[in-house]
């Protein structure tokens, strides 16, 4: 039987950083915490093989190439179109992960080509193409685009029924975003509203997208200089991942950071120092040195001790 431990604390035992004492704490079949993320991992690696399920892991580790050499291996191995379009679906996400934006396009639109062949135009996997789509145009700061994409995913969920709220929910948050991007403040106070307002109707005791919405409130707000009402969601947002997620959690850390940047905001350096730190901390721990995610929260802890 194996045996797993969580990581109390990690401190560093001589000046140059090469050794380090790691101390840990044996688990047991009633935390909770581990609980909630063995289910987590398992509805976030569903896969329809288990070679797909390995594809997803890769991805949410952070190994990008290895996941792309995957799915290109189990499309040129696949002759069945329903498992190609997911094949190539997964393999934009991956690209999309790697900001390789341009063929992130590519593999969902081949994506999309083969499931307008195979599936029926309301079928719900089209607002999920949609949507990526909009996403890889958001991120390459096209925003015009990424909303046609949204509302085309908009339009297939609102003719499905309300037994699929959560993913409304997550359309209404990417245009949110979207309008936050080009400054529309009050559009995207809306629309995160509405997503957030979906999430409230939902079982909210194990809800993590309620943190995601509280956390895209929290941007908005910020940007709008309405600093306290900023971190009260940012702070809501740290209170529900603190009971669901592992303390060494990605998603964790991306809120310190983002709580951190509003005490900057504010002129609070010191308490800024220290959310930047925690979520720098947390990266270090969780993903590895070239991570994306990482270099923002390294830069922002960087500019506040520059403030000091």
Not at 12 to 28: A, H, K
Not at 115 to 144: C, D, L, R
Not at 259 to 273: D, E, H
Request: with cysteine; aromatic share 12%.
């Amino acid at each position: 039987m194996h045996t797993v431990f969580r990581i109390d604390s990690v401190i560093s035992i001589n000046d140059d950083n090469r050794l380090w004492q790691v101390d840990l704490i044996q688990t047991n079949d009633n935390d909770s915490q581990l609980n909630n993320l063995t289910q987590r991992i398992r509805n976030e690696i569903q896969g329809t093989t288990g070679w797909d399920k390995l594809g997803k892991l890769l991805i949410k580790i952070g190994q990008f190439d290895k996941a792309n050499e995957l799915y290109e291996f189990l499309l040129d191995q696949s002759y069945n179109d329903r498992e190609k379009t997911h094949f190539y679906h997964q393999l934009g996400w991956s690209k999309k992960s790697q900001r390789k934006y341009e063929e992130a396009i590519i593999c969902y639109e081949k994506s999309l080509e083969i499931k307008q062949k195979v599936m029926p135009p309301n079928h719900s996997s089209f607002a999920v193409s949609f949507n990526e789509i909009g996403s890889v145009y958001e991120k390459m700061n096209k925003y015009t685009k990424a909303l046609l994409y949204y509302e085309k995913g908009l339009a297939i969920q609102y003719e499905m029924p309300s037994s699929n709220n959560s993913g409304l929910a997550y359309t209404y948050s990417n245009i949110g975003t979207v309008y936050e991007k080009m400054n529309d403040y009050s559009k995207a106070l809306s629309f995160h509203e509405k997503a957030l307002e979906i999430r409230q109707n939902e079982d909210s005791s194990n809800n993590l997208t309620l943190a995601f919405s509280y956390n895209h409130i929290g941007s908005v707000y910020e940007k709008m200089n309405d600093y306290s009402e900023a971190l009260s969601s940012h702070k809501k947002a740290l209170e529900i991942q603190q009971k669901i997620i592992p303390p060494n959690h990605p998603d964790l850390a991306q809120t310190y950071s983002n709580i951190g940047f509003v005490y900057g905001k504010m002129g609070q350096y010191s308490k800024a120092l220290q959310f930047h730190q925690q979520a720098v901390d947390i990266g270090k721990r969780s993903l590895p040195a070239n991570h994306p995610r990482l270099q923002p929260w390294l830069k922002n802890l960087e500019y506040i001790k520059r403030k000091i």
